[in-house]
């Protein structure tokens, strides 16, 4: 797939007044503009964003431990927001730039290619199953995509004046709701872990998706090989 060209001003005015100052988990974009470095190299863009205030959940929760269920309740809220926001036009699933996959579920490295569809990426998944000898596989039938953030941890989120605001989107892309699932796992044993844990709780639940084993499989060998 060919790298999609920067969208227009316009474009970018409108999805910022979708989400519009003030709302759930969005920071309000003002403008953008581009500027070319160099005659061989991409151009560079710049985007205007409000300035936010505000302390990760973990610090917050520190200094005022009787506000924690709220929080939680409005950090869930802000990704439920973000989940429901109609997707942009085009058939392939992943990053939002159109490039090739890159999260904690790819691992660093990244996707070796890119995704025309759940089922494209069903595919690849079983692949990677299968040349390692593993039994697990992932079926993708009635699994809808969304906007997921791709690294929901405490680092991205900021809340303050009774306003969540999610951070850090180079991870985002749309995808099944499962990678960001996959996403608040892997927190689990890391700083924030219980933060994490709360949080998986109010999204999906008190037990895992049916598709985070084969996923949690696939990211080890993506990572390791194995």
Partial sequence: MSRPSIPSRAAVKEASARSGPLANGTTYVYDYFTEQRSSNAPPITYIVMEKVHGQSPVEYSKQHPDETEVVDDQIAAAVRHIWQLPLPPGPFIGHLAGEKA????????????TFQSVQDLEGW??????????????????IECRIC?????????????SRVIILDWGMSGIYPG???????????????????????KKLFGDKFSVLIGPLMRVANINAFGY
């Avoid at 039994?135 to 039938?141: A, D, F, H, L, Y």
Wanted: proline share 2%.
């Fill in 149 to 161: 953030h791709g690294d929901l941890s405490q680092h991205n989120i900021l809340y303050g004046a």
């Fill in 102 to 113: 890159n999260d904690w579920f790819f691992s660093g490295d990244g996707a070796d290619r």
């Fill in 125 to 142: 998944i079983n692949d990677k199953l299968e040349d390692v000898g593993r039994p697990e596989r992932v079926n993708s039938k009635g």
């Fill in 178 to 200: 499962v990678v960001d699932e996959f996403a608040l796992i892997r927190q689990f044993s890391n700083r924030g872990g219980k933060y994490a844990s709360r949080l998986h």
